[in-house]
């Protein structure tokens, strides 16, 4: 057991040295828990010095009351022990209520007279008529002070009592006798000793709840190294993707550089030439993977730069679409450009490289994924922003095809783009690049009607 307890302080001790944030959160539990136990004392203190002062102060009102009619009612003991029986039946504290008097007595064995105190009227039937020579005190003590009633604290068998007593007073201010209670707070320290139990089952819960918060702290600890260690490495991953894609692009280069030159050899026959010009096509397939593969790479590392300049857009569009008609006619389609609508003085401010790469994107789906009927781009200026938009009468999309098309690796599967060849990586690259360049993008489309899409830059002044 206690090899066991050693093993684990150690353990946390380590843990603790490892990693020095813990010793803020062990300062802050002991000072929640230290403050919690100050306050639970505090309120104990407050309570019990608020009961006394409550006791005193009705007990003082109650005898003020008594003491208001006691004097006129002196000569009747039995009202004034009805009056009594009253007040002790509707307050349980009270367990003694006497009034006392001083009286002239002759002493037999001297034969002269003596003042006695005798208990006229009490709630303890047996007391009444005794006299008693302690009371000689509290008559002169409520003497001193006929106006007011003093108290004094006293303990019985544990039990804390308070004995008030008052002096009875004639219209003159003649101390005519003197009314003393007894009243216990036992029922109130009672309440309070409750309470402590309470607040100390209270205190427990609160120190397993900030000792289970410590313990998630730490477990949240360990959760922060293994964050950082994955972050370490998918940066090992990012690291050798974006080297290997390097590494690639130059034997594809290559690859690509002798099959245009062995297309063009006149000794090889049509078939071989064929063969060549497949090995050409994937070669440029790969290539863009590997380019796709490379922007992903940067994107997500936050290294992709970008060369800003300010110019019309409508010659860069006007190159891309034009690049792309034969691939449109050998599909049968139509492609066209209006521009008719943004004046030559009216320009976005871009990266010119990467906006082309934007437009081959997104022009090169739109003839990539109609089958037939036309591809129209438009130009024009639309609340401060210059737009292009791009429609087509392809496949178009369902509504939940179209919320994930801009998400990484997401192709529409279906029987119309089966022979369609893609990663999935170039419409996510597409909408970073364009967000980058404070652009936007947006997509209308209609399944079996068409798609439009809507690339829009800020007007620069």
Not at 420 to 447: F, H, P, Y
Request: charged letters at 25%; hydrophobic letters at 45%; a neutral charge.
């Amino acid at each position: 057991m206690f090899n066991f307890l050693y093993l684990n302080l150690k353990k946390g001790i380590k843990k603790i040295t490892d990693y020095p944030q813990l010793i803020y959160t062990i300062i802050v539990a002991l000072l929640i828990t230290g403050a919690f136990v100050f306050m639970a004392s505090r309120f104990v203190q407050i309570a019990t010095s608020a009961q006394e002062r409550l006791s005193n102060v009705r007990i003082g009102s109650l005898q003020d009351a008594f003491v208001s009619f006691a004097a006129d009612k002196m000569a009747e003991p039995e009202y004034l022990n009805q009056k009594i029986s009253e007040i002790v039946f509707n307050n349980e504290t009270i367990i003694s209520f006497q009034i006392f008097i001083p009286q002239l007595k002759i002493n037999p064995k001297t034969n002269q007279n003596e003042i006695s105190y005798q208990i006229i009227a009490s709630n303890i039937p047996a007391d009444i008529n005794q006299t008693d020579p302690s009371l000689e005190f509290l008559f002169n003590l409520a003497a001193g002070d006929a106006k007011h009633s003093l108290t004094n604290e006293i303990i019985n068998r544990d039990q804390r009592l308070f004995k008030t007593i008052r002096a009875i007073t004639d219209s003159q201010g003649k101390v005519l006798g003197a009314v003393v209670t007894i009243q216990t707070l036992s029922l109130a320290d009672m309440a309070i000793q409750n309470s402590i139990k309470r607040t100390e089952i209270l205190l427990i819960f609160v120190i397993a709840l900030v000792m289970f918060l410590f313990l998630r702290h730490s477990k949240i600890i360990d959760y922060m190294d293994l964050y950082k260690k994955l972050q370490s490495v998918d940066q090992l991953k990012d690291d050798f993707i974006s080297m290997a894609s390097h590494e690639l692009r130059t034997p594809l280069s290559i690859i690509r550089g002798y099959a245009e030159f062995a297309k063009a050899a006149p000794e090889l026959s049509l078939e071989t030439k064929d063969y060549i010009s497949k090995i050409d096509v994937s070669t440029k397939e790969l290539d863009s993977l590997v380019a796709d593969i490379l922007d992903v790479s940067r994107i997500e590392q936050g290294r992709m730069s970008f060369d800003y300049e300010v110019i019309n857009p409508k010659e860069i569009i006007k190159q891309i679409v034009e690049s792309l008609i034969l691939p449109a006619q050998s599909k049968g389609l139509m492609i066209s450009f209006d521009d008719s609508k943004l004046s030559i003085d009216q320009k976005i401010k871009i990266d010119a490289g990467r906006f082309k790469q934007i437009l081959i994107n997104i022009i090169g789906n739109a003839v990539k994924y109609t089958l037939q009927g036309e591809v129209k781009v438009q130009l024009y200026v639309e609340k401060k922003n210059v737009c292009i938009r791009v429609s087509d009468t392809g496949i178009g999309m369902s509504e939940e095809e179209r919320k994930k098309l801009f998400e990484k690796f997401y192709r529409i599967r279906n029987k119309e783009t089966e022979n369609i060849r893609g990663t999935g990586l170039g419409l996510w690259i597409t909408a970073q690049m364009i967000k980058q360049m404070d652009g936007e993008v947006s997509i209308e489309s209609i399944k079996g009607v068409g798609s439009h899409f809507i690339i829009s830059f800020p007007l620069v002044n």
